[in-house]
């Protein structure tokens, strides 16, 4: 039985390079500008359905706080974000305190892979949370966040990792999401959709029964499809077993998935190109790096 996280998958389908990055070289991604408003979603995620916060706008308000004063601006810093999301929670978007914002985050250091700043970052944020129309918080159901699954699939194959969110029902699970950051790439939207598809179809046979469905859901455009049981997970093994016999083999696809445009919002673009401004991926020699690989593990 081969065992395969979801996670993984997901990583190299967005990009086989990414992939080699944090789980063949052990480079944990540092935190950049890009990555903000997917950190701040999933704080206020789990602010909003924990019930700390009134929505996720507010959820999310209360994370981009927290970070004012982890980065010790200004003591009126908090306030002034809260004057942002207002606004635009609102639609006053003419006079959007922006460059004060600026101003206060002026001596910030976090990185960016582009020249996208923090006051795009935090609109990216709000935007999300806005468009966000997930489940409801009430009494009769539970929502729990970062639900551990195990997919059996008939190839032999087992995927296990985190949906993102389940509403339960009486300690049965009614729907199970999973949550998809990537600005860009569409490759990874395919993707967990179709996983979500083998996940219901599995549901079935595990027990867990009932009329409960699977829904991928874009975050940062609000797109969400939702998948009722179906019972079709062969179809998808091909998608799998070729993501999976590429893992193994340490085999590059260069950009198989990954777009220029994804690429400007990766935190291992400093990895990625030379000094000289060139890509490292003309100068990667896949065949050496799977031959010191294979070295590794006799
Ligand atoms: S910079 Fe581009 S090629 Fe490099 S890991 Fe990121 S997405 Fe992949």
Redesign the pocket.
């Given at each position: 039985m081969q065992r395969i996280q979801l996670e993984r998958l997901l990583t190299y389908a967005?990009?086989?390079?990414?992939y080699?990055?944090r789980y063949r070289a052990h480079i944990e991604a540092p935190v950049i500008t890009e990555e903000l408003p997917r950190l701040a979603l999933q704080q206020g995620l789990r602010h909003y359905y924990e019930g700390r916060a009134a929505s996720l706008v507010d959820g999310c308000l209360a994370a981009w706080q927290a970070w004012a004063d982890d980065w010790r601006c200004p003591p009126e810093t908090p306030a002034l974000i809260a004057r942002y999301v207002r606004m635009r929670a609102q639609r006053h978007d003419e006079d959007l305190p922006v460059d004060e914002l600026r101003e206060a985050w002026r001596d910030v250091t976090i990185p960016s892979?582009s020249d996208y700043d923090l006051p795009a970052a935090l609109d990216d944020t709000v935007l999300a949370a806005l468009r966000y129309v997930g489940p409801e918080c009430d009494g009769q159901r539970e929502v729990l966040l970062d639900w551990p699954f195990q997919i059996s699939l008939t190839a032999g194959i087992t995927v296990e990792g985190l949906a993102s969110l389940v509403v339960l029902e009486r300690d049965q699970v009614t729907v199970a999401e999973f949550h998809g950051y990537s600005p860009y790439c569409p490759s990874e939207l395919f993707l967990s959709r179709h996983l979500s598809i083998v996940a219901l179809a599995n549901a079935e046979s595990t027990g867990w029964g009932g009329e409960w469905y699977v829904v991928y859901r874009h975050m940062l455009t609000g797109f969400s499809a939702s998948v009722f049981t179906t019972g079709d997970a062969d179809r998808l093994l091909p998608v799998i077993s070729a993501t999976l016999r590429g893992i193994e083999c340490g085999v590059f696809l260069?950009?198989m998935a990954?777009t220029?445009r994804?690429?400007l919002r990766?935190?291992?673009?400093e990895?990625?190109?030379t000094p000289d401004g060139l890509?490292?991926?003309d100068d990667l020699d896949a065949t050496l790096v799977a031959a010191s690989e294979e070295k590794k593990g006799s």
């Amino acid at each position: 039985m081969q065992r395969i996280q979801l996670e993984r998958l997901l990583t190299y389908a967005q990009c086989p390079l990414r992939y080699w990055w944090r789980y063949r070289a052990h480079i944990e991604a540092p935190v950049i500008t890009e990555e903000l408003p997917r950190l701040a979603l999933q704080q206020g995620l789990r602010h909003y359905y924990e019930g700390r916060a009134a929505s996720l706008v507010d959820g999310c308000l209360a994370a981009w706080q927290a970070w004012a004063d982890d980065w010790r601006c200004p003591p009126e810093t908090p306030a002034l974000i809260a004057r942002y999301v207002r606004m635009r929670a609102q639609r006053h978007d003419e006079d959007l305190p922006v460059d004060e914002l600026r101003e206060a985050w002026r001596d910030v250091t976090i990185p960016s892979a582009s020249d996208y700043d923090l006051p795009a970052a935090l609109d990216d944020t709000v935007l999300a949370a806005l468009r966000y129309v997930g489940p409801e918080c009430d009494g009769q159901r539970e929502v729990l966040l970062d639900w551990p699954f195990q997919i059996s699939l008939t190839a032999g194959i087992t995927v296990e990792g985190l949906a993102s969110l389940v509403v339960l029902e009486r300690d049965q699970v009614t729907v199970a999401e999973f949550h998809g950051y990537s600005p860009y790439c569409p490759s990874e939207l395919f993707l967990s959709r179709h996983l979500s598809i083998v996940a219901l179809a599995n549901a079935e046979s595990t027990g867990w029964g009932g009329e409960w469905y699977v829904v991928y859901r874009h975050m940062l455009t609000g797109f969400s499809a939702s998948v009722f049981t179906t019972g079709d997970a062969d179809r998808l093994l091909p998608v799998i077993s070729a993501t999976l016999r590429g893992i193994e083999c340490g085999v590059f696809l260069p950009r198989m998935a990954a777009t220029d445009r994804e690429c400007l919002r990766c935190p291992y673009r400093e990895l990625c190109t030379t000094p000289d401004g060139l890509d490292a991926l003309d100068d990667l020699d896949a065949t050496l790096v799977a031959a010191s690989e294979e070295k590794k593990g006799s």
